[in-house]
């Protein structure tokens, strides 16, 4: 079974709501991610926060906010978002963003359609 | 132009049959290789990680293998199981060092086992 824990499984919004995915780990890691994954297509680097600071943002869209607020947490706040931002959205951590092995460890995804 | 490109898109085999997976690529300065399973609606999970100086290694009924002189990596299962049915995806790790290493997703290869 995942040890990082994502919620919700499934969310449906409209595109003038504010939600929320939130994303918990309680293996020490030190790095935490946030990947978007269309149906067919690999997973696509959103964030990374490494020692819960933002260190990679992949020009993403300002609809998409995360925040870190400690080393386990890991939330994706959502506004305004339009129907193509439907996707899987996955959390995953690692022990350091720069490590040598890095395995990443994921979340099972929250399921996210924008009407 | 870092690139993983996996062959076959996708492959129908009979419960029981083995299979081999395909990965090629071209990212530089390597530093290792994971295959990934990804169940339907699931978050990816780490197989076998490859790197630099190992060509072969086992987990299970999944063998791995790695060539860095041509840059291909393959997958081999064994006596497929329904339970096989999944998405594979080879996922390699460049070497810039620090929180900017980057992982590079192949679009992985779709696998059916039937009965």
């Known amino acids: 079974d995942t040890e990082v824990t994502q919620t919700p499984k499934h969310l449906v919004m409209g595109m003038t709501n504010k939600k929320s995915l939130k994303c918990e780990q309680h293996?020490?890691?030190?790095?935490m991610y946030w990947y978007k994954q269309k149906a067919k297509k690999p997973p696509e680097l959103m964030f990374v926060y490494s020692y819960e600071k933002l260190s990679i943002n992949e020009s993403v869209p300002s609809r998409f906010s995360p925040e870190c607020p400690n080393s386990s947490l890991l939330n994706l706040h959502l506004h305004a978002l339009q129907p193509e931002d439907s996707a899987l959205y996955l959390c995953?951590?690692?022990?350091?963003?720069?490590?040598?092995?890095?395995?990443?460890?994921f979340g099972e995804g929250s399921r996210l359609t924008v009407l | 132009k870092n690139q993983v490109e996996q062959s076959p898109q996708s492959l129908i085999i009979l419960e029981g049959k083995n299979c081999t997976l395909q990965?090629?690529?071209?990212?530089?300065?390597?530093?290792?290789l994971r295959w990934y399973k990804q169940d339907t609606g699931r978050g990816p999970v780490s197989l076998t990680i490859?790197?630099?100086?190992?060509n072969t290694k086992s987990n299970g009924r999944y063998t791995a293998t790695l060539d860095a002189d041509t840059k291909q990596s393959s997958l081999h299962i064994t006596a497929s199981q329904l339970s096989d049915s999944a998405s594979y995806i080879c996922v390699v790790r460049s070497n810039y060092g620090g929180a900017t290493n980057k992982l590079i997703f192949g679009t992985g290869t779709l696998l059916a086992v039937q009965p």
């Open positions: 990965c090629n690529y071209t990212v530089s300065p390597f530093s290792n």
């Open positions: 995953a951590s690692s022990l350091q963003a720069g490590g040598r092995t890095g395995e990443l460890f």
């Open positions: 293996m020490g890691h030190r790095a």
């Open positions: 490859m790197t630099f100086s190992e």
